[in-house]
Nanobody
Framework: QVQLVESGGGLVQPGGSLRLSCAAS????????MTWYRQAPGKQRELVAT???????NYAESVKGRFTISRDNAKNTVYLQMNSLKPEDTGVYYC?????????WGQGTLVTVSE
C-alpha cells in the first residue's frame, strides 16, 4: 500500500534552515508528482511546492527564493530545503501524491520557527 512518511521537522530560530524528507513506498515513485503542503495553526492547509515526475517545480509565492523542492528517485524520497525561515512558516508540513484517482498524505512533521 502507498505510504508517505515525513521527517526533519523541529524548532528553528528565524533565519535558520531545515530540510524535510518524505519517504515514499508502495508505488512507482519516479512516475508521480509529489507536493508539499503546510497547515499553520488555525489556518487552512496550503500548497507549498510541487515537483513533477520530470523534475519541474512550482512554488507558492510566499516561499519562492527561500524553499527548494527536490527528489531522489533512487531513494524514493522527496525533500524540501527551507532557508531563511520566518515565524509565519510555522506549521505542520505534509507530503502528498496522487496515484490513479486516489490521493495519499503523510502524517505530517511539525516545523516551529521561533526565538
Amino acid at each position: 500500500q502507498v505510504q508517505l512518511v515525513e521527517s526533519g521537522g523541529g524548532l528553528v530560530q528565524p533565519g535558520g534552515s531545515l530540510r524535510l524528507s518524505c519517504a515514499a513506498s508502495g508505488f512507482t515513485f519516479s512516475s508521480y508528482a509529489m507536493t508539499w503542503y503546510r497547515q499553520a495553526p488555525g489556518k487552512q492547509r496550503e500548497l507549498v511546492a510541487t515537483i513533477t515526475s520530470g523534475g519541474n517545480t512550482n512554488y507558492a509565492e510566499s516561499v519562492k527564493g527561500r524553499f527548494t523542492i527536490s527528489r531522489d528517485n533512487a531513494k524514493n524520497t522527496v525533500y524540501l530545503q527551507m532557508n531563511s525561515l520566518k515565524p509565519e512558516d510555522t506549521g505542520v508540513y505534509y507530503c502528498r501524491t496522487e496515484v490513479g484517482q486516489f490521493e495519499f498524505w503523510g502524517q505530517g512533521t511539525l516545523v516551529t520557527v521561533s526565538e
